[in-house]
């Protein structure tokens, strides 16, 4: 059973906007940080935002604060990231995350990864 899933990805053109979900089956999971992080290939793993359990706070990449916004709702055991006024360097696959920490870099995730959902964005 997959723990963490993602949808919403597909092709689109630049300065579109997309929404990515991922839903996730652990209940523990409502008492932990979800992340989105980003990866192209040949490229380390990158940062995009995080969410917290206990009153929604978010923390971004300041790169990406302005066009991307995370949110959750415990409810529905759902994240989300919207995505606005997409440019082709936003190209990636991104993958949700969840750890009892509060991390930036990829290696400190400690909990679960999704699969990943791809964006291509093209000029």
């Known amino acids: 059973q997959e723990q963490l899933v993602e949808s919403g990805g597909g092709s689109v053109h630049a300065g579109d906007s997309l929404r990515l979900s991922c839903a996730f089956s652990?209940?523990?999971?409502?008492?932990?940080?979800i992340y989105w992080f980003r990866q192209t290939p040949g490229k380390e793993r990158e940062f995009v935002s995080a969410?917290?359990?206990?009153?929604?706070?978010?923390y971004s990449s300041e790169a990406l604060r302005d066009r991307f916004t995370i949110s959750r709702d415990n409810s529905k055991s759902m994240a989300w990231l919207q995505m606005n006024s997409l440019k082709p360097e936003d190209t990636a696959v991104y993958y949700c995350a969840v750890s009892r920490t509060l991390v930036t870099v990829p290696s400190q995730i400690l909990g679960f990864w999704g699969r990943g959902t791809q964006v291509t964005v093209s000029s």
């Open positions: 652990d209940p523990s999971f409502k008492s932990y940080y």
């Open positions: 969410i917290n359990w206990y009153d929604n706070g978010t």
